[in-house]
């Protein structure tokens, strides 16, 4: 089992739907969980931290679950905007990005 | 912008030659660490330094290394490039403690081709 893995994308979506990201972990000790995008040929930039409570930032939503080891991101209302790479990041003593999920909002 | 610079930006190499990449963390960080991101992956961990010392590596060999000095900043170093050595090598510095612990601020990335 890889150690990190997210649903394979791309992922086409209509403008003002929602989109759901899942990724799964194997280290059971992994300590944090964070949510990344990544435009195309740029740098990935922190989306928000996944709080064990779950998290919600605007039309962002994040969830962890410990039991199942996954954590989940949740887009409302989705923008042309939101078109880019969702990378999840679990850090324990090394930091392991997922392949990313690659998001194509539609006009 | 994460205030985060690396440089050089872009380079050419060839196989067998050595590379040193830079990279200054944001005012107020103590680790920086370093990824390789080929195309379409995610990136890849190499190694982070927190106050001098590496306190975590990845799955890359020992040609892969790096330092960090006092002022946070950080290289990475590779000998004998291989081809499959090119790649964006970003640098990512953050907190050890606080509200903010371990969120990932990145430098641009420098953009290795070795030919």
């Known amino acids: 089992r890889k150690e990190v893995e997210q649903d394979p994308g791309p992922f086409n979506v209509p403008e003002g739907a929602t989109v759901a990201f899942n990724c799964t972990y194997s280290?059971?000790?992994?300590?944090?969980f964070f949510w990344y995008r990544q435009d195309c040929r740029k740098e990935p930039k922190l989306l928000m931290s996944v709080y064990s409570s779950g998290n919600e930032d605007g039309r962002f939503t994040a969830q962890l679950n410990r039991a199942s080891q996954y954590i989940s991101l949740l887009i409302r209302d989705s923008k042309l905007s939101d078109s880019a790479t969702y990378l999840c990041?679990?850090?324990?003593?090394?930091?392991?990005f997922g392949k990313g999920t690659r998001l194509h909002i539609l006009p | 912008e994460t205030g985060v610079t690396q440089s050089p930006t872009h380079l050419i190499k060839t196989r067998g030659q050595q590379v040193t990449l830079r990279c200054s963390s944001q005012?107020?960080?103590?680790?920086v660490s370093w990824y390789q991101q080929a195309l379409g992956q995610g990136p890849q961990f190499i190694f982070q330094?927190?106050?001098?010392?590496?306190?975590g590596r990845g799955n890359f060999p020992p040609r892969f290394s790096g330092l960090q000095f006092p002022n946070y900043s950080s290289e990475l170093n590779v000998n004998a490039l291989e081809l499959d050595d090119s790649a964006l090598y970003l640098c990512?510095?953050?907190?050890?403690?606080?509200?903010?612990?371990?969120?990932?601020?990145f430098g641009e990335g420098s953009r290795l081709t070795v030919l």
């Open positions: 990041v679990v850090r324990d003593d090394k930091i392991i």
């Open positions: 330094y927190y106050r001098e010392e590496e306190n």
């Open positions: 990512a510095s953050s907190l050890v403690s606080g509200p903010t612990a371990g969120e990932l601020f």
């Open positions: 280290n059971s000790a992994s300590q944090s």
């Open positions: 005012s107020g960080h103590n680790t």
